[in-house]
């Protein structure tokens, strides 16, 4: 707190708050146990909180109410894992990308991990704006044929269209979008202890959004009974 000569009482706001931003940090993040069941928003609070103990020098974001610049490319649904989870961070004061893991790393919270940090350019697009496609590695709970799977995988990729009804939050009734041109490659690998497992590739951009969900659904498997997992995401 501070006072002027006329005695007000003024809010004094820290430093870190006010300088620019010298340095943009993109850390990669895995997330997995009892964290795949964590949300989106409380993946980003658990995050500042771990940036906040590691002691950081954090940029905020101006406004009334201030919060560390921090940018996640691509929500993760809740119940994957991932080891491919991109994060920009904007710092005051430069650090060597690896001080900065040795800082950030100790303080994360079980489940999430940080995997590596680089600098970026400060003038850089926006994570959305670069986001090009998501690779997913789906696992099945219960048994299921490969040549079932891989003929149903076939049929879908040789579509010209898919027309599924996807059923939103907020929405009063299901929409139809065309599944077809958000798949870019799905296959079938059998060779992990004789069980199948599905490949997919899917566009993913700040307009368009292939869901394994989505796809898993208009195969005709319930998405509960498997083991998703997002292996990288790609940007232009």
Same mark, same amino acid.
Do not use: C
């Given at each position: 707190?501070?006072?002027?000569?006329?005695?007000?009482?003024?809010?004094?706001?820290?430093?870190?708050?006010?300088?620019?931003?010298?340095?943009?940090?993109?850390?990669?993040?895995?997330?997995?146990?009892?964290?795949?069941?964590?949300?989106? @928003?409380?993946? $980003?609070?658990?995050? !500042?909180? &771990?940036?906040?103990?590691?002691?950081? =020098? #954090? %940029?905020?974001?101006?406004?009334?109410?201030?919060?560390?610049?921090?940018?996640?490319?691509?929500?993760?649904? @809740?119940?994957? $894992?991932?080891?491919? !989870?991109? &994060?920009?961070?904007?710092?005051?004061? =430069? #650090? %060597?990308?690896?001080?900065?893991?040795?800082?950030?790393?100790?303080?994360?919270?079980?489940?999430?991990?940080?995997?590596?940090?680089?600098?970026?350019?400060?003038? &850089?697009?926006?994570?959305?704006?670069?986001?090009?496609?998501?690779?997913?590695?789906?696992?099945?709970?219960?048994?299921?044929?490969?040549?079932?799977?891989?003929?149903?995988?076939?049929?879908?990729?040789?579509?010209?269209?898919?027309?599924?009804?996807?059923?939103?939050?907020?929405?009063?009734?299901?929409?139809?979008?065309?599944?077809?041109?958000?798949?870019?490659?799905?296959?079938?690998?059998?060779?992990?202890?004789?069980?199948?497992?599905?490949?997919?590739?899917?566009?993913?951009?700040?307009?368009?959004?292939?869901?394994?969900?989505?796809?898993?659904?208009?195969?005709?498997?319930?998405?509960?009974?498997?083991?998703?997992?997002?292996?990288?995401?790609?940007?232009?």
């Amino acid at each position: 707190m501070g006072d002027d000569d006329r005695g007000i009482t003024r809010l004094v706001e820290p430093e870190s708050q006010t300088l620019q931003p010298a340095q943009r940090m993109r850390i990669t993040l895995a997330k997995g146990g009892a964290a795949r069941f964590i949300s989106h @928003l409380d993946v $980003t609070r658990a995050l !500042e909180r &771990a940036f906040n103990r590691a002691a950081l =020098p #954090l %940029a905020y974001s101006q406004g009334f109410n201030r919060r560390p610049r921090l940018s996640l490319a691509a929500a993760l649904p @809740l119940g994957y $894992t991932s080891e491919a !989870e991109i &994060a920009d961070v904007w710092l005051v004061e =430069p #650090l %060597a990308p690896q001080n900065f893991l040795e800082q950030l790393s100790p303080m994360m919270p079980p489940g999430i991990t940080v995997v590596s940090a680089a600098e970026v350019p400060l003038a &850089a697009p926006s994570l959305q704006q670069q986001l090009a496609e998501s690779i997913y590695v789906v696992r099945f709970m219960n048994q299921i044929d490969p040549a079932e799977l891989e003929a149903r995988v076939g049929s879908m990729m040789a579509a010209g269209s898919l027309i599924y009804e996807r059923t939103r939050a907020k929405a009063k009734r299901p929409q139809p979008i065309d599944l077809r041109p958000l798949i870019l490659d799905m296959r079938v690998d059998s060779r992990e202890e004789g069980a199948p497992v599905l490949h997919l590739r899917l566009v993913h951009t700040a307009t368009q959004t292939g869901k394994p969900d989505d796809v898993l659904a208009a195969m005709g498997i319930d998405p509960l009974d498997t083991y998703i997992h997002r292996t990288a995401v790609r940007l232009v």
